[in-house]
């Protein structure tokens, strides 16, 4: 038997905007989505009125091996990102980190995106680290891509080097996934020009960073067809400045969002969406649109990872779903305010994964267990059990270990 939810009278988005609509969920797609839809024998109902139904976040940048806390540095400001890496590798809380088991970071970062709305993360890493960890996580791992650490003197030696990587993404349909221009020195400054001589500067390029980047360089990037992804609040942290994001979605760069790696980066993705809300209007005197930030972690993504239809609620594709219960009218898009307390429900391919209390019986018709836990007097279920793993975390290192994008157990 197929699991299938009847969600009746949302406020779903589609097309750009939020319209009343029944969402029928079959096994792990969605199967319909209109007014007035009626449930079949098996399916169970769920009445979502006066809540919001958007496609499940997408954090565009992550690396979920260091999601560990509290973060390193912030006083001193580095021009480069290996300086702040040769910080954080020699810090207390990376040797503290190093004691615990990679499968447990994993899911510690798993959790850590699931609780802010995500259904899907790009762990930049090799594929031989990010292997064992697919398909047993409560997020979904972006697996299909080739990559690069980055472009320029101080690159990791992931991958075959960015020209063939490239040649490979383009073979394949695949994203080519780099950190390029990360930092401000002139080895950041040139690396744009190096990407483009390997050949490796194009439609398939998703760029994270691109920090020192003015008019001429975006331009570039724009002819390519190239993806960006901003990460405001690390590079705040590391650098002191981030990039001229104005500038990149004025000229029309398709944009993505990412929380980049807890010891510089947010706690989670709301966390990031509410900076790059504020760091927008602190430098350019205006509002960022909320409509615009909802790009930036749900259909700018789908298309820089070639993930499918950018316009992820659609029937027949995957049923990765966020359900908000906010305070805000039935069509106003609001994500910059979001709390945890108002992640109503995520849904991960067809499955309640984590979810307020009330929906107990939607997680029993799937056989799911849950653990119960409260977000700022709210309680919520989760499948599988994050207080055992913070507990195997206490253990490892030998204390009470607390992290704030889990909640205090």
Known sequence: MVNSILFQSASVHRNGKLETNDLFVEGEKISKIDTNLSPNNDSITISLKGKKVYPGFINSHDHLLASYLPKV?????????????????????????????????????????????????????????????????????????????????????????PALEYRMAEHAGLPFVTHLAEGLDDDSKQSLRLLEKMDALGGHSVLVHCLPFGPKEVEKILEKGASVVWCPTSNLHIFGKTTN???????????????????????????????????????????????TL?????????????????????????????????????????????????????????????????????????????????????????AGSPKKLLKQVSDSVGYKKSLAFLPNF
């Open 245 to 291: 994001i104005k500038l990149f979605l004025d000229m029309g760069v398709n944009v993505c969002l990412g929380t980049d790696y807890s010891p510089s980066g947010s706690v989670n993705l709301l966390e990031e969406l509410k900076t790059a809300k504020s760091i927008y209007f602190g430098l350019y005197g205006e509002e960022l649109p909320e409509t």
């Open 73 to 161: 540095g912030g006083n001193e400001k580095h021009k480069s990102w290996l300086s702040y890496d040769n910080l954080y590798k020699s810090s207390g809380v990376f040797a503290e980190r190093q004691q615990i088991d990679p499968e447990i970071l994993y899911y510690l970062g798993a959790y850590k995106n699931l609780f802010a709305g995500v259904t899907t993360v790009f762990d930049h890493i090799p594929h031989y680290i990010q292997n064992p960890f697919r398909g047993i996580l409560p997020v979904k791992l972006i697996s299909d891509y080739t990559l690069a650490h980055s472009v320029g003197t101080y690159s990791l030696g992931w991958g075959e080097g």
């Open 294 to 382: 909802l790009k930036m972690v749900t259909e700018n993504p789908r298309k820089a990872f070639r993930l499918g239809n950018p316009d992820a609620l659609m029937p027949g594709l995957s049923a990765d779903l966020l359900i908000i219960n906010d305070d805000k009218k039935a069509t106003e898009v609001n994500l910059s305010d979001l709390s945890f307390q108002q992640i109503d429900l995520v849904v991960v391919d067809g499955y309640p994964i984590y979810g307020s209390e009330e929906y107990r019986s939607l997680f029993l018709h799937f056989g799911l267990e849950t653990e119960e836990l409260s977000f700022g007097g709210k309680k919520k279920l989760v």
